[in-house]
């Protein structure tokens, strides 16, 4: 965490003063996308910066389903399953990803190639069903176009 | 001043209250579980609902006076929804009454009977989660129970300040948990926590499946750990409960203490300090007057005590400020005169205690320092050549500092070596057997109250300075 700090400060000056504890989003956020998630020593080092009591930060990192505490595959499948995906077949995408994969949500491939979850509504309800791979959204997902895509990621 | 109607009453509000708390003050009733009045505002259980004429429904304490807003506290619509309310606050409740200390004590215990009185709607199962979780040395969780009211928390945050608490995870498996770098251990103020729990959640382990609490009465009575003088309510045994069968001394044992509020010297909070008391008071007794570690009627040994007295021509007396108001003006009254009089510090702070603080902890661990240096004056023990006889009143005194040839009598209520020292040892009452005033360090003066009988040989020190100032038998 510590080649952060100088950008932490940055942020700093855009809170005002006594309202430290409200740095720790963004902070964790920036460290979890330097080392794709958040270890142990980067809470007890966030606390010190920011001047507040772990358990702080540790209610940030638990109320967030989308802070990991652990790393992840290389690629990140995240399937919606709310309604919309639902109602448009998400199970069965789902399901077919599980096989080629044989991986369950909330499990990794033994080569730390792809993590696969379960998450609720990305806001893409009009191209159900939908995930996203890292950071990115790929929509109206078909059995072929899913066979495709994971061709594409290595 | 906004002129605000509550139930229809006109009622002059200032700018900075809430609903809550000007409804609390004029005597209508809006039931709570987060709120409290020594602690920030969360609005999280929503059962202070009320209606406010044009806006509908809101929560009452998260809800600022304004110039003639009409509530009503009781409307059918707030009745509705209070019970919807407790229906999903019991959702994932066990509802395990029966083996839960709180019991009788318990809000959401009393809110149901008198709010809802529904069964479960719910047809799924309830969240598990941990049981007699170790939140410190003093203090278990359960999270079973727990309503999240997070009142426990912001104690920690904002009057203990130990930052010892917080909440993991959210919705249904959200939990308190402690944290490693502040253990709630070394938070003198932690079991607070246990009294504002509204529910069974924080559980004394002290306390744990001792006793019903409608077994039990409460006195008030003053904390003697330092000059603070914390008001607290100490819990015993009703003597219509008292138990026959068992071991007799069950009856008068102190159960527990808890703070009494008291807005001029301790608001709703003691210190762990003040819990213990039961540690302090039921150490071993000593019940019988002896003469030279020889035991004797109480006659006998005050006539004995008369005539050393008597004899005494430079007799010293080191007082207690232990001793009560009274008992301290009466020792001034009668024997002032007879002894020269010094102020002895009964009570030592004890290693790893804390010193002070600027919430509720003094420096001086003993409760009537003011009111005996008010009277005796401010000087050290000294003892002048030809000192023959000293009066030591209470625990406390190293008796190798006293002058080697000077006779002894000493007023003592527990068990001590040194109570076979003295010429005369004569057993006192202590505080739970008697009526009495401290006087704190900034001068405020609280009562306290006997729960207990004392034992036929020990004597209420102010009975035992009169006796000792009437003129000796025979010797008119």
Known sequence: MKHLVPEFEKLRERFPAGFESSLALPCLRRIQEDRGYVADSDIEELAVFLGVPQIQIEEVLSFYTQFRRKPIGRWHLQFCHNVSCSMNGAENVLAHVERRLGIKPGQTTPDGRYTLSTVECLGSCGTAPMMMVNDGYHENLTLAKLDELLQGLK | ?476
């Open chain 2, 1 to 476: 001043m906004p002129e605000i109607f509550i139930n229809g009453q006109a009622i002059e509000a200032r700018d900075d209250q809430t609903v809550m708390e000007v409804a609390r003050e004029h005597g209508h009733f809006i039931p709570y579980f987060c709120w409290h009045p020594q602690l920030s505002v969360v609005g999280n259980c929503r059962m202070c609902l009320v209606e406010v004429e044009g806006r509908g429904l809101d929560i009452a304490c998260n809800m600022p006076v304004a110039k003639g807003m009409q509530v009503f506290t009781n409307s059918e619509e707030v009745q509705a929804h209070r019970k919807a309310i407790l229906q999903f606050i019991t959702l994932n409740h066990p509802v395990d009454c029966g083996i839960c200390d709180k019991a009788g004590e318990c809000v959401l215990q009393d809110y149901h009977y008198e709010y809802s009185g529904q069964r479960s709607l719910s047809h799924d199962e309830k969240v598990r989660s941990t049981k007699f979780y170790n939140l410190s040395n003093r203090i278990l969780l359960d999270n079973e129970r727990c309503i999240l009211c997070l009142r426990c928390t912001r104690f920690t945050h904002e009057v203990s300040k130990s930052m010892a608490l917080g909440v993991e995870r959210r919705g249904d498996v959200s939990n308190i948990r402690p944290v490693e770098d502040r253990p709630l251990s070394e938070d003198p103020y932690s079991d607070n926590i246990i009294d504002i729990c509204p529910v069974g959640a924080l559980l004394s382990r002290q306390f744990l499946h001792k006793s019903r609490v409608w077994f039990l009465q409460p006195t008030p009575s003053v904390c003697p750990g330092c000059a603070r003088g914390c008001t607290v309510q100490i819990w015993h045994r009703k003597p219509e409960w008292k138990l026959k069968a068992l071991d007799q001394r069950q009856n008068e044992n102190i159960a527990r203490v808890t703070p009494l509020d008291n807005p001029a010297v301790n608001g709703p909070w003691i210190c762990n300090k003040g819990r213990d008391l039961a540690q302090m008071f039921e150490r071993v007794r000593a019940d019988e007057p002896m003469l030279k570690g020889r035991p004797v009627t109480v006659p006998a040994a005050l006539d004995e005590a008369r005539r050393l007295i008597g004899a005494a021509r430079h007799p010293v007396a080191l007082v207690s400020n232990w001793g009560s108001n009274e008992e301290l003006e009466t020792f001034k009254d009668k024997l002032g005169e007879v002894f020269h009089c010094f102020v002895k510090q009964d009570w030592q702070r004890q290693p790893g205690e804390r010193i002070e603080d600027d919430l509720l902890i003094r420096g001086d661990k003993n409760p009537n320092t003011t009111r005996a240096r008010e009277l005796f004056g401010h000087a050290e023990p000294d003892f002048k050549d030809g000192t023959d006889l000293v009066l030591v009143w209470g625990e406390g005194f190293d008796f190798a500092r006293l002058p080697p040839r000077a006779g002894i009598i000493f007023l003592n209520s527990y068990l001590q070596p040194e109570n076979g020292h003295a010429d005369v040892f004569l057993p006192v009452s202590i505080q739970t057997e008697r009526h009495g005033h401290y006087t704190n360090f900034e001068g405020t003066i609280s009562a306290f109250e006997p729960c207990f009988e004392k034992k036929p040989g020990v004597l209420h020190a102010e009975d035992l300075i009169k006796a000792l100032a009437a003129p000796a038998r025979g010797h008119p």
